[in-house]
């Protein structure tokens, strides 16, 4: 069973950045194409980025042009910057399409001046 572990997440000031990680057991990161989903108060779990095994890459328009994908053999990044008060969510990772008992609990993110 993977078992997901995101960190990195916290406080910031609209405008401002943070890194997201991710780490799991075994080398799934080079199998499997690797999602950041995330799920804001009261709202539906939605993708926001994806990377491929052969490290392509797709954002949610909410997020293209702020946020950037990137996976080595130990870890999946989300670089995240311009924040918006609207990216306010708590962010897990997961394969894509994601697999129900991948889920972890995820990294809260709070964008608020």
């Known amino acids: 069973q993977v078992q997901f572990v995101e960190s990195g997440g916290g406080l910031v000031q609209p405008g401002g950045s943070l890194r997201l990680s991710c780490t799991a057991s075994?080398?799934?990161?080079?199998?499997?194409?690797m999602g950041w989903y995330r799920q804001a108060l009261g709202k539906q779990r939605e993708l926001v980025a994806y990377i491929t095994s052969g490290g392509g890459t797709n954002y949610a328009d909410s997020v293209t042009g702020r946020f950037t994908i990137a996976r080595d053999n130990a870890k999946v990044y989300l670089q995240m910057n311009s924040l918006k008060p609207e990216d306010t969510a708590v962010y897990y990772c997961?394969?894509?399409?994601?697999?129900?008992?991948?889920w972890g609990q995820g990294t809260q993110v709070t964008v608020s001046s």
């Open positions: 075994g080398s799934i990161f080079t199998i499997y194409t």
């Open positions: 997961n394969t894509r399409p994601a697999r129900i008992g991948y």
